[in-house]
């Protein structure tokens, strides 16, 4: 079956201006996840959605990004006034959800950002 | 604060070699745990997992992994390289109890396999 998608597969944008990246997660899978993955470094967790319940943002780095989930399903990631600093990877993840949380995340093949 | 370490940033292995990447972390509990790895421009894929029960969890591509409470550990192995193997593999963690998914992420280690 279909995997997890995003789009756009790059960006390019200048400093300053406003970009969404958009994930659409395998049919079923309750969770979402968002992370951000810089040159040579980690994953750094960003938000995640769990079916109806409020969006735990913990990761968020500042006010500049916001992430929502449409209908339990497609989830859009914004970031208002890009840096430079905010360059990288974008991955997203879904999994199915439930009272267990043992699921492992199947992963998107990320949205490169580039800040210029 | 809770945390995983993956203490090496590259394994080298000669190919028919065992190889080990190491994991630990710091959790509170017992916590789920999880490789995943990041083959060269593919994306991240799911390798093995340790939910409970026996130490020694089996996975994809031959790899297993052991885990060790009292080091609290979570080393990745594999009993003969293969050229193939070499990329970018990660440890993750999701802590128990805490009424959500949220997973940590090592910071990665890059496995190179020669021929």
């Known amino acids: 079956g279909a995997g997890v998608s995003q789009s756009p597969s790059n960006k390019v944008t200048e400093k300053g201006k406003d970009v969404e990246l958009r994930c659409d997660p395998i049919?079923?899978?309750?969770?979402l996840y968002w992370y951000r993955q810089s040159l040579g470094q980690g994953l750094e967790f960003l938000i995640y959605?769990?079916?109806?319940?409020?969006?735990?943002k913990s990761g968020l780095p500042s006010d500049r990004f916001s992430a929502e989930r449409t209908g339990g399903s497609v989830s859009t990631l914004t970031i208002q006034r890009t840096q430079q600093e905010d360059s990288a990877v974008y991955l997203c993840?879904?999994?199915?959800?439930?009272?267990?949380?043992?699921?492992?995340?199947?992963f998107g093949p990320g949205t490169r950002l580039t800040v210029t | 604060a809770q945390s995983v370490a993956q203490p090496e940033d590259q394994v080298n292995v000669a190919e028919g070699n065992p190889l080990t990447v190491k994991c630990t972390y710091s959790?509170?509990?017992?916590?789920?745990l999880f490789w995943y790895v990041q083959y060269p421009n593919r994306g991240l894929q799911f390798l093995l997992k340790?939910?409970?029960?026996?130490?020694l969890v089996k996975g994809s591509y031959g790899f297993e992994a052991e885990f060790n409470k009292s080091q609290t550990s979570f080393h990745l192995k594999k009993p003969s390289a293969l050229v193939s193997d070499s990329a970018l593999y990660f440890c993750?963690?999701?802590?128990?109890?805490?009424?959500?998914?949220?997973?940590?992420f090592g910071a990665g280690t890059r496995l190179f396999v020669k021929a």
């Open positions: 993840a879904s999994s199915l959800g439930g009272l267990a949380a043992s699921y492992e995340q199947y």
């Open positions: 049919s079923g899978h309750t969770a």
């Open positions: 959605f769990q079916g109806n319940s409020a969006p735990d």
């Open positions: 959790v509170s509990g017992n916590p789920y």
């Open positions: 340790y939910i409970t029960g026996d130490n």
């Open positions: 993750a963690v999701r802590p128990p109890n805490t009424g959500g998914f949220k997973t940590i």
